[in-house]
């Protein structure tokens, strides 16, 4: 094949593409890349390895851009850096947390070593959002996806919509659902401006999806149905899976229990058949929800190990925790339907709650903001704690419960080192929305329930909590020593979490309750 006819079929895959036929512009590619060589033949087989991720062939895509890496000469900057951003993006999808985060780096690198201010730095800036997204690291996240904002405004407009799309995913994730969903509609309008299809039904999906969580099910219909007519219209595989899991979720949640389960095993089939193990896993909690409702609590207890299994395997751990948590309320649907409370039942479910709720509400001390901790503490992390706090009355467990308050009034403290060295980079204010109380407006508590010896670290709680309204940074929270007997308060949990999920939950220092 000629240069000059390679490039014409590179334009018509391109065109393929663009009208939604995701197929027609794999088979292109990929006959181009068997019929050429040198530079075409790598540009085919990046573009082919695209298709195959958009289809949910991930490793097909991977074992593709593998090869034209290989291929590739060390001077071709430009390709090498797509080649790595696109197979971090095919990476991602089997899990590959890891093998995507050093794809980046090194397209990093590059881009970085040649001084490149081009759309493939928005593209790698998504790209290690959507890393930090998966890893639950919100506040890297929201850092990146800010810096990405900033590039695409003046590099690429173009892309604007994708580093929106990702705030308002981030922001709905740690609680801020109102400006979650501002981002996606601006997000949406950013796509359909720019005429991208594609991106336009992600979008719709991605907007669905918050508004099935926030319970507006006939705000979600309409989007719901046309991104998934449009992707099953392309075939594209791992969108339609999403799409059902979407359906069966709004179905359970209008007590459809038999059509969620049918939509469930549906979005299954096309994640297993895609690759996307991290999606299967999602899916397999919400199968076990229903084999829950409908008492085959051996067959959810077996789905929820298998999801558990997928993201310890990729040292998700908070994702870890949130699947205690949600396997705890299923327990605690079962203890409530019992004549008595089953003691076994009940330490098994004390075993998961109190464990994830100390890891999720570690979670907001990691927030670059005192409004976000708020809104993480309210909505998400509260309940988990509610959660431990019930099962520990049900048992009868009185130390268990003066551990559990006690640890909650410890209060938060300031993070001095933070304070000092060197402010992380701060994010424009229109992202944030304003305080609900001002600092003046704060009501009046009596300060002095931790020590007063003066140092910064043992503030009182009233005094912590105004730093952390303003947005100063926080400390993970302290242990706290117990009298009479000066025990750490929730020790054996502690250690429990931070074994299970592979984080750190509480701080090394240690407060007097």
Not at 262 to 272: A, Q
Not at 279 to 289: K, P
Not at 474 to 483: D, K
Request: aromatic content about 6%.
């Amino acid at each position: 094949m000629s240069e000059d006819d390679g490039r014409a079929r590179l334009a018509e895959g391109a065109a393929a593409y663009q009208r939604g036929d995701v197929g027609a512009a794999r088979r292109l590619f990929e006959e181009i890349a068997r019929t050429s060589t040198n530079g075409l033949r790598i540009s085919a087989l990046i573009n082919a390895a695209s298709m195959c991720d958009e289809l949910g062939d991930h490793a097909e895509a991977i074992v593709m851009f593998r090869a034209a890496l290989a291929e590739m000469p060390d001077d071709a900057i430009e390709k090498r850096t797509a080649a790595l951003i696109n197979l971090s993006q095919a990476l991602q999808h089997i899990g590959d947390l890891d093998g995507a985060q050093q794809a980046l780096e090194k397209a990093r690198a590059l881009l970085t070593e040649h001084n490149d201010e081009s759309m493939q730095r928005v593209a790698c800036l998504l790209s290690l959002t959507a890393v930090a997204f998966h890893r639950q690291s919100w506040a890297y996240a929201i850092e990146l996806a800010t810096e990405s904002l900033d590039a695409a405004v003046r590099f690429a407009p173009h892309l604007a919509g994708h580093p929106l799309s990702t705030l308002g995913g981030i922001y709905f994730e740690t609680g801020r659902r109102e400006l979650a969903v501002d981002f996606m509609r601006q997000a949406l309008a950013a796509f359909d401006a720019a005429g991208d299809r594609n991106a336009v039904a992600e979008t719709e999906q991605n907007l669905a999806v918050m508004y099935v969580r926030s319970d507006r099910f006939d705000a979600a219909e309409p989007p719901l149905r046309s991104s998934q007519e449009y992707f099953e219209r392309a075939g594209l595989g791992y969108r339609a899976g999403v799409g059902l899991k979407t359906m069966g979720f709004l179905a359970e949640r209008r007590d459809d229990i038999d059509a969620a389960e049918l939509r469930y095993r549906s979005s299954l089939r096309y994640f297993h058949e895609s690759g996307a193990v991290l999606d299967a896993a999602d899916v397999r909690v919400r199968l076990a929800t229903v084999a829950y409702a409908t008492g085959r609590y051996d067959a959810g207890e077996v789905l929820i190990a298998e999801a558990f299994a997928a993201y310890a395997e990729r040292g998700l751990g908070l994702h870890c925790a949130q699947i205690d948590f949600w396997h705890a309320t299923l327990l605690e649907s079962v203890i409530e339907a019992a004549e008595a409370p089953d003691g076994a039942l009940l330490a098994r479910a004390i075993e998961l709650a109190v464990p994830s709720a100390l890891a999720i509400d570690a979670v907001r001390h990691t927030l670059p903001n005192g409004n976000q901790r708020e809104q993480w503490n309210r909505q998400i992390a509260d309940p988990a704690v509610r959660l431990a706090f019930r099962f520990a009355y049900l048992s009868g467990n009185g130390p268990l419960i003066v551990d559990l308050i006690e640890t909650q009034c410890a209060g938060t403290t300031l993070d001095i080192a933070r304070s000092t060295a060197g402010a992380p980079p701060r994010l424009p204010l229109e992202l944030f929305d304003p305080p609900a109380v001002s600092v003046e407006e704060m009501p009046s508590v009596q300060v002095g329930t931790g020590p007063q010896s003066g140092s910064a670290p043992q503030l009182g709680t009233a005094l912590a909590e105004v730093a952390a309204g303003a947005g100063l940074p926080v400390a993970p929270p302290p242990r706290v020593a117990v009298a009479p007997d000066g025990h750490i308060a929730l020790a054996a949990f502690i250690d429990a979490a931070e074994r299970r999920y592979g984080q750190r939950v509480r701080d090394s220092r240690v407060l007097p309750a």
